[in-house]
């Protein structure tokens, strides 16, 4: 059990120090390495800024950062200070970024130049809560992070770098296990984004039960993400989880691509790799692009394992991936409620298309979409019902959102919304969400099938399915992917068609199918089906 006196600063990064990992590479970046002191250090800086500008225990402090050293001690800085976290996209729009700063009444914001500028006249006026803004390097552009900022300072908008190394170290702030300690923003398809109010507890339990016990992260692994730090699964996987086992994480601030991708990894040479459903298919399209060309295939073997979450990951994308890498990919389910992965495939148990089995400590059940609470009479195995999950990382609900909070959280446990259904072993496989599903000529579809079916097509690298209005009639419709070699006709439109029709029941077979070069991401890695139906709409 946790102590109610739970530093996650302690937790995640003193503690290294206090068990003789001091001198070990605590991050990566390009040629450079920091050291677990040199992070501490600069940690314990950044909270005695944070304290000489007036930002107290409890205040929300918003991360804007993009994936490099900085963001590591800006956030350790955060909690040291017992402040909370809060995290933002620095890619994206600025009415986003207004937002978040009101949303959050953050009373500091650490950023990249080009987001200060966005926001410096929201931070400047008399009646910003803001009390200080703190700048770093554009490191996405290439600049050394400890470079001179390319901008004016005066008043609340203070270069980093300089006021960091005038600083002094300030000691832990001492919080609850039960005080807040970071927000977690759902991406939900509606509405603006909503922040998880997370304790300190929450970071630790899952830490312990998913990360060191069921995937089993070690003191020896590098870890490399292609999902940002900003979002929860990130920050869990490429900084909380290698720090509480004095791992190392190799940062990479480039857009993820194949290419940039597999340059982290030629360099940083990762045992853990911190993936999506859409990448791992990117990689084995890249790799076949590359051995096309007569030229060195991806050389993935220092990966012990790959993780896999934030959507489902096809069973033949992963068929097909071991068979060219012959590596474990651990899918699992988690979600900003839950902070992090919650149901996981594991290490010497992997069933391909399923997201493995509870991890140990939470509860799941699987119940019918009418069930008011989680004591209703569970669906039988096989059965597809809405998702409910129990577990000691549950958030304490959505800030400025009680409506929300009351239709999600009933106690212990968290309404998912989902749709799954259980096998008799415990394997838990994803059925969509309740809100993508389609009724087509009276009969419903689930676009998740589908696209699963036309993954196993020879042609199809990546696919996905949405509903779409066609005199008043809902029809489906499959945006497709082809894998090299193939080339767009409207003969293997009806090929497609002719497949799902003969491997499902004929009415799920998609009544339009557009060839396209690539699928819409959101900034989480998520196929963004909205922006599909808009480019559907034009
Ligand atoms: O939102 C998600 O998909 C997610 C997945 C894994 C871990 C954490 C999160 C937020």
């Not at 001690?73 to 986003?96: C, D, H, S, Y």
Request: with cysteine; charged share 25%; net charge negative.
């Amino acid at each position: 059990s946790l102590p109610d006196d739970l530093s996650l600063a302690r937790y995640f990064l003193y503690d290294r120090l206090e068990e003789g990992l001091g001198s070990k590479a605590a991050v990566l970046f390009g040629e450079r390495r920091w050291t677990y002191d040199e992070v501490a250090s600069k940690s314990r800086r950044m909270a005695g800024l944070f304290a000489a500008h007036g930002i107290r225990r409890g205040e929300r402090v918003l991360i804007v950062l993009p994936d490099a050293p900085p963001f590591a001690w800006t956030f350790f800085g955060v909690l040291t200070r017992g402040a909370v976290v809060a995290m933002g996209n620095p890619n994206a729009p600025e009415e986003n970024l207004a937002y978040l700063v009101a949303y959050t009444r953050a009373t500091a914001i650490v950023t990249v130049p080009e987001v200060a500028e966005k926001l410096r006249p929201i931070v400047e006026r008399h009646d910003s809560e803001v009390l200080a803004m703190f700048v770093v390097p554009d490191v996405a552009t290439g600049d050394d992070p400890e470079k001179p900022v390319p901008m004016a300072f005066g008043g609340k908008v203070i270069e980093l770098a300089p006021a960091l190394a005038k600083a002094p170290e300030a000691p832990v702030t001492k919080v609850h296990r039960d005080e807040p300690a970071i927000w977690l923003f759902t991406s939900g398809s509606t509405g603006e984004p909503k922040a998880n109010v997370h304790t300190g507890r929450d970071f630790a339990f899952n830490t312990e039960v998913y990360a060191k016990k069921t995937v089993g992260y070690r003191e020896s692994d590098v870890t490399v993400s292609v999902p940002r730090l900003f979002f929860g699964y990130a920050t869990g996987t490429n900084l909380m989880f290698p720090f509480a086992v004095g791992a190392t994480a190799g940062l990479f601030s480039e857009r993820p691509t194949p290419e940039s991708l597999a340059n982290a990894i030629a360099m940083y040479k990762p045992t853990v790799v911190t993936n999506v459903p859409t990448m791992l298919g990117k990689l084995l399209e890249y790799d076949a692009e590359l051995e096309a060309a007569g030229k060195p295939r991806l050389n993935l073997s220092s990966i012990r394992f790959s993780l896999s979450a934030g959507e489902a990951l096809p069973g033949p994308l992963l068929a097909r991936w071991q068979a060219r890498f012959a590596s474990d990919v651990y899918d699992g389910i988690g979600s900003a409620e839950m902070f992090h992965i919650y149901a996981s495939n594991r290490p010497g148990d992997v069933k391909i298309g399923s997201l493995g089995k509870v991890v140990e400590g939470y509860e799941l059940r699987v119940l019918p979409e009418e069930a008011e609470g989680a004591g209703a009479t569970p669906c039988a195995p096989g059965e597809i019902g809405v998702l409910w999950v129990k577990g000691d990382s549950v958030s304490q609900g959505y800030w400025l959102d009680r409506d929300k909070s009351f239709r999600t959280f009933h106690g212990h446990w968290c309404r998912t919304g989902d749709l799954f259904h259980m096998d008799a072993q415990g394997y838990l496989y994803f059925a969509g969400r309740a809100d993508d599903l389609l009724k087509v000529g009276g009969q419903w579809v689930a676009p998740l099938e589908v696209e699963e079916c036309m993954l196993e097509h020879g042609a199809v690298a990546a696919v996905a399915v949405i509903g779409i209005e066609d005199e008043g009639l809902t029809k489906t419709k499959a945006f497709v992917v082809l894998r090299a070699g193939h080339a767009a006709h409207p003969d293997l439109a009806v090929q497609l068609q002719e497949h799902v029709r003969t491997t499902l029941a004929k009415y799920k077979y998609p009544r339009v199918v557009e060839f396209v070069e690539d699928l819409p991401k959101n900034d989480r890695g998520k196929v963004d089906k909205k922006a599909l139906r808009a480019q559907h709409a034009r």
